[in-house]
């Protein structure tokens, strides 16, 4: 495959999509695909500091500066890891991009969207993913998965966490071609089925 493939992997806190993007990941790497895995926020280097306020501040962070801080570390991961490594003709897989912000910030927090649009466009240099998936589950299936212990983000709360959802799947239904909505309460293998054959079909049809 010479053309690289970028893909985003989404959803509300406790989805479970860091475990499909981890099975996805040795999947196509055994079919002999070359595979770069990054995330956002905190990619590396540089994007590691920046998660680490994202996540552990427990001073006051502003909206506004929570924003800024998430599409700092986006700017980053595109001009350091993720456009070289799709520019090589590798398939780039993303745990969280330009849709997190658009929920989280946007929907979440409240924030204009189209000015999260236009800010997302600015970090992103325009690339956008060629394929999402968005694992979307309800609250009580989240707080399962997430346990006691929640870091900042995930301590916005059940009304916070609605909102976050319904972002997600009014993103997907304004993009159903680039979006696809993966029904991430069944187990870790029935999701894994349903990821392959979306990743499947966008592959052939390259
Ligand atoms: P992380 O530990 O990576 O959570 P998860 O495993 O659920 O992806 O933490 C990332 C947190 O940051 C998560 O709560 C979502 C949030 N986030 C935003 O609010 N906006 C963004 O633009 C991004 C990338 C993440």
Request: glycine share 8%; net charge neutral.
């Amino acid at each position: 495959m010479k053309k690289g493939l970028f893909i985003t992997f989404e959803g509300a806190d406790g989805c479970g999509k860091t475990t499909q993007l981890n099975l996805i990941a040795e999947y196509l790497k055994a079919k002999g695909f070359d595979i770069l895995l990054t995330r956002e926020p905190g990619g590396k280097g540089l994007g590691e500091k920046i998660r680490e306020i994202l996540l552990n501040y427990d001073g006051v962070v502003s909206d506004r500066c929570e924003s800024f801080l998430f599409l700092a570390d986006r700017a980053q991961n595109i001009d350091t890891i993720i456009n070289p490594a799709v520019e090589q003709g590798k398939i780039v897989l993303c745990d969280r991009h330009t849709d997190s912000t658009v929920a989280y910030q946007g929907r979440g927090r409240g924030l204009d969207i189209n000015r999260i649009n236009y800010l997302n466009n600015i970090a992103t240099n325009g690339r956008t993913p060629d394929l999402t998936l968005v694992f979307d589950v309800d609250i009580e299936t989240s707080n399962k998965r997430v346990g006691a212990e929640k870091d900042r983000m995930e301590s916005s709360g059940d009304e916070f966490f609605n909102r976050v959802r319904t972002g997600y799947l009014e993103l997907a239904k304004s993009e159903p071609d680039r979006i696809k909505v993966i029904d991430a309460t069944k187990s870790v293998e029935d999701v894994h089925k349903q990821v392959v054959k979306i990743v499947e079909t966008k592959i052939s049809n390259l």
